[in-house]
């Protein structure tokens, strides 16, 4: 069969985007169980007539992975989430579409009315949503969110027929790595720290971020003076926290993981023994190579991963919920 999977195609920089293509498409090859021919197409790209008919020419189209739901990165008031594809033209698609593990991935404080990553509020863009995300739904021969908390946001938009048709299931990239990358063994030396640093104001709302950094600092100290090593990780290009700790006298080996390199970073992985992060794949990578790790919960979405899991773990919250620690 042909298919054609729309998704983040230019999303090298990003480990987590970076292995989301090779994923979907293993998820919906094992659901249709047959051999497929792809294409790609870039969920950001404005959709025309032509690109309909052009849809149309596949046996079925696959939206996702990721987290498309987020509303500013890629602005437009012709869906308001980052497909824009128009709410008229969804229903003039004629082959099968599956969508697949998609995120809700809004930040604190934002939501659908806002086209950017400040405040403003274009009320009229929630009316724009709703119709465009129903059309689709009603559309879709199977539709999927990766955390059970991204479905139960999604719902309040549609109306109550359609909320069974909203299913979860894992980010594909979690079966995709337990898969391919079984043999995989947890050796690693180092206690990582993985800090995003896009959108401060929206991840750290409780305390400043220099707070946050001295606070991390001080956990880094103590894990050193017990003999162990530490060591920063880059999951998208952040690097702010790399610097600060530079600039604080401590020089540590950096993880680099914005490569498009299936293996290298599969490899970055293999040298971490404990993983500290704030990237959504982050905590989802390290979950399927069975890594160690303690989420930083700077966005809602790393919350629901860990309650989508909790049955797997003994868990704790620390901080007011600002930090869950998960034990393996």
């Known amino acids: 069969m042909k298919a054609l999977q729309i998704y983040a195609v230019n999303g090298s920089r990003n480990s987590g985007d970076f ?6 498409k293993h998820r919906f090859k094992s659901l249709v169980n047959e051999d497929v021919v792809w294409s790609n197409f870039d969920v950001r790209k404005t959709v025309t007539v032509k690109d309909i008919e052009y849809f149309n020419t596949f046996d079925s189209i696959v939206i996702g992975g990721g987290g498309l739901f987020l509303p500013d990165s890629n602005p437009n008031n012709i869906s308001c989430w980052q497909w824009a594809c128009p709410t008229n033209l969804i229903k003039e698609i004629n082959c099968d579409i599956y969508v697949l593990g998609v995120g809700w991935n809004h930040f604190y404080g934002q939501d659908i009315s ?3 990553s400040d405040n403003f509020s274009d009320i009229k863009r929630v009316e724009i ?3 465009n995300i129903e059309a689709l739904v009603k559309h879709s021969k199977l539709f999927t969110m990766r955390h059970k908390g ?3 946001q999604l719902r309040k938009y549609l109306p ?3 909320h069974g048709k909203v299913h979860f299931d894992f980010c594909p990239v979690i079966p995709y790595v337990q898969e391919k990358y079984k043999q995989f063994k947890s050796e690693g030396e180092y206690h990582t720290f993985e800090l995003k640093d896009d959108r401060l104001h929206r991840r750290y709302i409780s305390k400043p971020i220099q707070k946050v950094y001295e606070e991390l600092l001080e956990v880094i100290n103590n ?3 017990k003999g162990e090593k530490v060591a920063i990780m880059s999951h998208d290009g952040s690097r702010s926290f790399y610097e600060y700790t530079r600039r604080c006298g401590l020089y540590l080996p950096f993880i680099d993981n914005t ?7 599969i490899d970055n992985y293999s040298k971490i023994k404990h993983l500290y992060c704030t990237a959504g794949h982050s905590q989802m990578m390290a979950y399927a190579l069975n890594i160690p790790f303690t989420s930083l919960i700077t966005h809602d979405k790393l919350k629901y991963f860990l309650e989508d899991i909790e049955d797997d773990f003994p868990s704790c919250f620390l901080n007011n919920d600002d930090v869950r620690t998960l034990y393996k």
Not at 19 to 24: N, S
Not at 259 to 265: D, F, G, M, T
């Open 150 to 152: 991204d479905c139960r």
């Open 259 to 265: 490569v498009a390199n299936e293996e290298k970073i």
């Open 160 to 162: 109550d027929e359609l």
């Open 19 to 24: 292995f989301l293509g090779p994923a979907t």
């Open 129 to 131: 949503f709703k119709n």
């Open 114 to 116: 806002m086209p950017n």
């Open 223 to 225: 894990i050193i003076r």
